[in-house]
């Protein structure tokens, strides 16, 4: 994974090892790429050739706590 911030400036990069038919969970991206929080960041998601990856983001409300899902596309 590669997250950008807001300007679209390259901030870090994170391998996540995911065997086949295997699953996993990132927590607080930016904080595991070493840059803490980034208002209006992005990720980009690169899988190896002939894979196939569903992503999805959830961001908390910080007044509610309320998850709010998005697919990544």
């Known amino acids: ?3 950008f911030d807001g300007a679209g ?3 870090g990069r ?3 090892p995911i065997g086949a038919n295997q699953a996993t969970r990132v927590n ?6 070493g840059v ?3 208002i209006g960041g992005s990720i980009r998601v690169q899988a190896s050739p002939g894979t196939r990856v ?3 983001i959830a961001d908390l409300d910080t007044v509610t706590s309320d998850p709010e899902y998005a ?3």
Do not use: K, Y
């Open 14 to 16: 994170l391998d996540v």
């Open 9 to 11: 400036n390259e901030v």
């Open 28 to 33: 607080a991206l930016f904080t595991a790429l």
């Open 71 to 73: 697919r990544l596309r």
């Open 1 to 3: 994974m590669t997250g």
């Open 54 to 56: 569903f992503a999805e």
């Open 36 to 38: 803490g929080e980034i």
